[in-house]
């Protein structure tokens, strides 16, 4: 039993990466840019739930509630301040500005809250479910549950709703979609708030799960899920879920069965592999690029 | 034509720092009383690790203020404080800059990849060092990792006499356990030296040890670690690594349903002062530690610490206290700013701080014992 055991194990972490990917994705799908700053405003999330829980004293519900809207704000704001006025520019520009803004982040909130770790506040009950041996914490579950419930209501919403259907439109052709008459600064402020908002989510699992949260978490959580959008197909919602589980899953593998020290190099290694292989990812439509 | 210019650069830039030390090491001077003396710091006072940086630096300076404001102070001593941001590279220029700065001996570094850093600078040029948190077994020693390094001692243990005390206890029955489980941070020296020392002393005492694993500084997620120990039937998990990692990984261990006892060195110290940290958790936990903090001394210290910055201390504040005097009272019987005649001094230390008596051993280390401490409930407590 161990060994499903350790495919659950791999599968909740995966969950939290495919939230945090699930960021990476849509950003990129519709400004067409690698928010480098994403795993640091996981971090903020994370912070700003504990400040609402531990500090303010305020419920559960407030904290996340605050901390969802939080951080969309600041995405928000990151787009209109960092990014927008770059729209146009080369994307090298883009791109160091986006690490701009995740040290820029990350010092702020060493200088706000110093280097030493916090510890989350609990917000369930900690144990574990046991069903014939397989032993999973109500932690891991509740991130598996949060991942796909929350894939589930966004491609509902980009596959159904009006707004969803404008975000699919700039995707596709910004020019194009402009002159049909959508917004597309506000599809795009959008984007960033319902990626940072998701990020803010993925920010409080981490919180719940590993109880310890510094200003240096977003840093390696970024860079993995960022593997995890690219492995999926970077732009494709689905493909960003199913590459987080994948990664967490060979992440978990690895450590089980093959050696520890070796799991930072498979997840790199699948990456390199990927990029040599099918550089568009799992679910990623090559594009003929029009002369 | 730039990158010729730039190796002339980088040797000139060598040469002349070597010059700045080699005058300071020579320009020993006797000391009147009264006299102004300049000691250094260095260690990380921003970035990941300034948690153990700066009480080290506050204690510092509240050891000099008390020093300068005893009645028998001989001399006035002043504090150079430089940040390494706890990187090699960080401690070497901040090194220079103190020697540059005339200081006659240094306490610090705190992280030993910074002691290792300024190692064989600080020996060419005879720079009084006094460590009190750099663990790692080769910081003291040159590179052949036998001969002692003349300039620098530590007042805090090495990293072989905190895996081999907990060892012990666990091979002559003080704590009963029977099948242990290691978990190594591989990216730290400390932990691995400590994982060496307890297995020699485990091996030694046919102590069962039934997992031993590694996992990398940056993981945070240890639920396939956890299944493995629990699958093992380990009922102890020796884990050698600082309290912030530690809080996280008995964290998820107890979440998991993991009822057994943890194995710790002195990085455990502190555990409980992790911000907000669920003292629930903490139960059957033994690890080594330096000094009994119940102390008078101690206590005392920890609440003058309380007032005048208004935060927390940890033991790596609590030692440095106790090292920065070591380094006065060398500089005082040495009556002189001579290096050699300091670390003539040091080597004589004969020493009663608040964490204990200090002598040092031909290898730099201090004579003291260790004690086992335990957490029992949520509170820490002693085996005596």
Same mark, same amino acid.
């Given at each position: 039993?161990?060994?499903?055991?350790?495919?659950?194990?791999?599968?909740?972490?995966?969950?939290?990466?495919?939230?945090?990917?699930?960021?990476?994705?849509?950003?990129?799908?519709?400004?067409?840019?690698?928010?480098?700053?994403?795993?640091?405003?996981?971090?903020?999330?994370?912070?700003?739930?504990?400040?609402?829980?531990?500090?303010?004293?305020?419920?559960?519900?407030?904290?996340?509630?605050?901390?969802?809207?939080?951080?969309?704000?600041?995405?928000?704001?990151?787009?209109?301040?960092?990014?927008?006025?770059?729209?146009?520019?080369?994307?090298?520009?883009?791109?160091?500005?986006?690490?701009?803004?995740?040290?820029?982040?990350?010092?702020? !909130?060493? %200088?706000?809250? $110093?280097?030493? &770790?916090?510890?989350?506040?609990? @917000?369930?009950? *900690?144990?574990? =479910?046991?069903?014939?041996?397989?032993?999973?914490?109500?932690?891991?579950?509740?991130?598996?549950?949060?991942?796909?419930?929350?894939?589930?209501?966004?491609?509902?919403?980009?596959?159904?709703?009006?707004?969803?259907?404008?975000?699919?439109?700039?995707?596709?052709?910004?020019?194009?979609?402009?002159?049909?008459?959508?917004?597309?600064?506000?599809?795009?402020?959008?984007? !960033?708030? %319902?990626?940072? $908002?998701?990020? &803010?989510?993925?920010?409080?699992? @981490?919180?719940? *799960?590993?109880? =310890?949260?510094?200003?240096?978490?977003?840093?390696?959580?970024?860079?993995?899920?960022?593997?995890?959008?690219?492995?999926?197909?970077?732009?494709?919602?689905?493909?960003?879920?199913?590459?987080?589980?994948?990664?967490?899953?060979?992440?978990?593998?690895?450590?089980?069965?093959?050696?520890?020290?070796?799991?930072?190099?498979?997840?790199?290694?699948?990456?390199?592999?990927?990029?040599?292989?099918?550089?568009?990812?799992?679910?990623?439509?090559?594009?003929?690029?029009?002369? | 034509?730039?990158?010729?210019?730039?190796?002339?650069?980088?040797?000139?830039?060598?040469?002349?720092?070597?010059?700045?030390?080699?005058?300071?090491?020579?320009?020993?001077?006797?000391?009147?009383?009264?006299?102004?003396?300049?000691?250094?710091?260095?260690?990380?006072?921003?970035?990941?690790?300034?948690?153990?940086?700066?009480?080290?630096?506050?204690?510092?300076?509240?050891?000099?203020?008390?020093?300068?404001?005893?009645?028998?102070?001989?001399?006035?001593?002043?504090?150079?404080?430089?940040?390494?941001?706890?990187?090699?590279?960080?401690?070497?220029?901040?090194?220079?800059?103190?020697?540059?700065?005339?200081?006659?001996?240094?306490?610090?570094?705190?992280?030993?990849?910074?002691?290792?850093?300024?190692?064989?600078?600080?020996?060419?040029?005879?720079?009084?060092?006094?460590?009190?948190?750099?663990?790692?077994?080769?910081?003291?020693?040159?590179?052949?990792?036998?001969?002692?390094?003349?300039?620098?001692?530590?007042?805090?243990?090495?990293?072989?006499?905190?895996?081999?005390?907990?060892?012990?206890?666990?091979?002559?029955?003080?704590?009963?356990?029977?099948?242990?489980?290691?978990?190594?941070?591989?990216?730290?020296?400390?932990?691995?030296?400590?994982?060496?020392?307890?297995?020699?002393?485990?091996?030694?005492?046919?102590?069962?040890?039934?997992?031993?694993?590694?996992?990398?500084?940056?993981?945070?997620?240890?639920?396939?670690?956890?299944?493995?120990?629990?699958?093992?039937?380990?009922?102890?998990?020796?884990?050698?690594?600082?309290?912030?990692?530690?809080?996280?990984?008995?964290?998820?261990?107890?979440?998991?349903?993991?009822?057994?006892?943890?194995?710790?060195?002195?990085?455990?110290?502190?555990?409980?002062?992790?911000?907000?940290?669920?003292?629930?958790?903490?139960?059957?936990?033994?690890?080594?530690?330096?000094?009994?903090?119940?102390?008078?001394?101690?206590?005392?210290?920890?609440?003058?610490?309380?007032?005048?910055?208004?935060?927390?201390?940890?033991?790596?504040?609590?030692?440095?206290?106790?090292?920065?005097?070591?380094?006065?009272?060398?500089?005082?019987?040495?009556?002189?700013?001579?290096?050699?005649?300091?670390?003539?001094?040091?080597?004589?230390?004969?020493?009663?701080?608040?964490?204990?008596?200090?002598?040092?051993?031909?290898?730099?280390?201090?004579?003291?014992?260790?004690?086992?401490?335990?957490?029992?409930?949520?509170?820490?407590?002693?085996?005596?």
């Amino acid at each position: 039993m161990g060994f499903i055991t350790q495919i659950m194990n791999g599968l909740s972490t995966g969950g939290m990466y495919a939230l945090v990917a699930i960021g990476y994705t849509m950003v990129y799908g519709i400004a067409k840019m690698i928010n480098f700053a994403h795993g640091e405003f996981i971090m903020v999330g994370a912070y700003i739930a504990y400040v609402f829980t531990t500090m303010l004293k305020m419920p559960i519900f407030v904290s996340v509630i605050a901390s969802i809207i939080g951080c969309a704000l600041l995405g928000v704001i990151t787009e209109k301040v960092a990014y927008k006025p770059l729209r146009g520019s080369g994307s090298l520009s883009v791109l160091i500005t986006a690490i701009g803004v995740s040290y820029l982040l990350q010092n702020l !909130f060493l %200088i706000l809250f $110093g280097s030493a &770790a916090r510890t989350f506040p609990t @917000y369930m009950k *900690s144990g574990t =479910l046991n069903i014939f041996g397989i032993r999973i914490t109500y932690i891991s579950l509740l991130s598996l549950c949060l991942t796909l419930v929350c894939t589930g209501i966004l491609l509902f919403f980009i596959n159904k709703t009006r707004l969803g259907k404008a975000m699919r439109a700039v995707s596709e052709d910004r020019g194009a979609a402009e002159l049909m008459g959508i917004n597309v600064n506000n599809t795009i402020s959008l984007t !960033f708030a %319902i990626g940072s $908002g998701l990020g &803010a989510i993925a920010g409080i699992i @981490y919180g719940m *799960s590993y109880s =310890l949260i510094n200003p240096y978490l977003g840093a390696m959580l970024g860079i993995k899920a960022f593997i995890a959008a690219v492995l999926g197909g970077i732009g494709n919602i689905q493909g960003a879920m199913v590459g987080g589980l994948i990664i967490g899953v060979a992440e978990a593998f690895t450590i089980a069965y093959i050696s520890s020290t070796f799991s930072d190099a498979v997840v790199f290694g699948i990456l390199i592999f990927i990029l040599l292989v099918k550089p568009a990812g799992l679910f990623g439509k090559n594009v003929r690029e029009k002369v | 034509m730039n990158y010729k210019k730039a190796i002339a650069l980088v040797t000139a830039a060598s040469l002349l720092a070597g010059c700045g030390g080699s005058n300071g090491s020579n320009g020993g001077k006797e000391l009147k009383e009264g006299d102004t003396v300049k000691i250094g710091f260095i260690g990380p006072l921003t970035g990941p690790t300034s948690s153990y940086g700066i009480p080290v630096k506050n204690s510092i300076e509240l050891a000099i203020e008390d020093y300068n404001n005893s009645a028998d102070a001989k001399y006035k001593i002043e504090l150079l404080a430089e940040d390494t941001q706890g990187k090699g590279e960080g401690a070497n220029t901040a090194y220079n800059k103190l020697v540059g700065e005339g200081i006659v001996g240094i306490v610090g570094p705190v992280i030993t990849a910074e002691g290792l850093a300024v190692g064989s600078a600080s020996e060419r040029n005879l720079t009084p060092i006094v460590s009190s948190s750099t663990s790692g077994d080769s910081v003291t020693l040159m590179g052949d990792k036998t001969t002692t390094r003349k300039n620098y001692f530590r007042t805090c243990s090495n990293d072989s006499m905190g895996g081999n005390t907990i060892a012990k206890a666990v091979g002559n029955g003080t704590v009963k356990v029977s099948k242990v489980a290691i978990l190594t941070n591989s990216d730290s020296d400390y932990s691995e030296g400590c994982t060496e020392s307890f297995i020699k002393q485990a091996q030694a005492d046919n102590v069962q040890i039934v997992v031993q694993d590694k996992y990398p500084e940056t993981q945070k997620d240890f639920k396939t670690y956890i299944e493995k120990v629990m699958t093992s039937g380990a009922d102890a998990v020796y884990i050698p690594d600082y309290y912030e990692i530690i809080s996280t990984m008995v964290k998820q261990f107890r979440d998991a349903g993991y009822k057994g006892t943890f194995l710790g060195t002195d990085g455990w110290d502190g555990v409980l002062s992790v911000k907000d940290v669920d003292k629930s958790i903490f139960y059957d936990c033994y690890y080594t530690n330096t000094f009994d903090d119940r102390a008078d001394a101690v206590v005392k210290y920890v609440d003058a610490y309380k007032a005048k910055f208004n935060s927390e201390t940890n033991m790596f504040g609590t030692m440095a206290y106790d090292a920065t005097f070591v380094l006065i009272k060398a500089i005082e019987s040495a009556e002189s700013s001579d290096p050699e005649a300091i670390i003539a001094a040091l080597e004589k230390t004969n020493y009663d701080g608040i964490t204990g008596h200090f002598e040092f051993d031909a290898q730099h280390n201090p004579t003291k014992d260790l004690v086992v401490k335990t957490i029992k409930d949520g509170q820490y407590s002693y085996l005596d």
